[in-house]
């Protein structure tokens, strides 16, 4: 294990059946303590904050998993108009946030354009970087949002084995998913994706080819985290995916992108909150923290979650006082 772990920090890309030996190590104390110092190396003991907002729940998709699904007639549906978004994410700067997270599901009352208006009106107020996450665009509209001033695009990929992609996305296939993230590189965003841990039929290697997949892109950010089935989707009798599976696959990321951005998944707080701070020691350096105004966050459940929002300026003093008990710096 130790030649193959000093190969990887060489930079030498190890295969899929050696990320699934060290996944399935028995003892993954030595692995984390790695991820952990190349973390350290490369981003010190910085956790940057994120605010994130979710500023519309409907979406045209049928991802098997979401409680976002355009099948699922139980969710009331909303959409923040133009002017509320900007507003939220002003208010967002003022408390401290230098990014903002823009997230919705795929919703196409959003035009290219009136994203890009809204990109544009808060570049205009605020010196926010402005990551966009809205599904799966047209190149051009890609291109366009690149020009109005968005920095990052997310886009996870969720699994990188097609069958099982297939199976839990009848709206898409992952050669679409896979094109969009490569457009997006090209266009010079920094990059976002990231997978599941615990969808039915995952194994090790499925895992493994997550993992190679984000090196492939390269990915500059991969939100890895379990996952948590929702009682009003074909899944909702499925187990949670394991903590324990999400920090391996967290500290391996980190070894083979040593620079990327990873951060600790809502979703890991919601089964565990004590890992969500543990995985800082595994290689994560993000942290993301919702400013969705409470009338319309307790409706935005992709997965059952008892997080609330409050006031958005006494959430950002929380968190970094709980950044500060880990030892780490909150920026």
């Known amino acids: 294990m130790n030649k193959l772990l000093t190969r990887i920090q060489s930079g030498i890309l190890p295969s899929q059946e050696e990320l699934v030996y060290l996944l ?72 401290g946030y230098k990014t903002i997270v823009l997230q919705s599901g795929e919703d196409s009352w959003y035009t290219a354009e009136i994203l890009g208006d809204i990109v544009k009106k808060i570049k205009a107020q605020t010196e926010m970087a402005i990551t966009l996450s809205c599904g799966e665009l047209k190149d051009e509209s890609f291109a366009y949002l690149r020009e109005c001033g968005a920095d990052r695009y997310l886009l996870k990929h969720e699994t990188a084995d097609e069958d099982i992609y297939a199976s839990l996305h009848p709206c898409g296939s992952l050669e679409e998913r896979l094109h969009a993230l490569k457009t997006i590189k090209t266009l010079g965003y920094e990059t976002g994706s990231g997978f599941m841990i615990g969808l039915p039929g995952q194994t090790l290697f499925t895992i493994a080819k997550d993992i190679l997949t984000l090196h492939s892109i390269p990915i500059d950010m991969a939100g890895i985290g379990p996952f948590i089935s929702h009682p009003d989707t074909t899944l909702g009798s499925m187990p949670n995916g394991s903590t324990e599976l999400t920090k391996r696959a967290v500290a391996l990321t980190r070894l083979l992108l040593p620079k990327a951005n990873l951060p600790a998944t809502t979703s890991l707080g919601v089964i565990n909150a004590s890992e969500k701070d543990h995985i800082f020691s595994c290689g994560a350096n993000i942290i993301m923290r919702k400013v969705t105004p409470q009338k319309y966050e307790e409706h935005y459940n992709i997965y059952p979650s008892e997080i609330k929002v409050n006031d958005i300026l006494e959430e950002r003093k929380i968190l970094e006082k709980q950044i500060k008990s880990l030892g780490r710096v909150p920026v």
């Open 24 to 95: 399935s190590q028995d003892d993954f104390s030595e692995i984390y303590a790695l991820a952990d110092r190349v973390r350290f190396e490369n981003h010190g003991d910085i956790i940057n904050v994120r605010a994130i907002l979710e500023f519309s729940n409907y979406c045209k998709r049928r991802c098997r998993y979401c409680g976002l699904n355009a099948e699922n007639k139980k969710v009331f549906r909303y959409r923040m108009m133009p002017h509320e978004i900007v507003q939220v994410s002003v208010r967002a700067w003022d408390a």
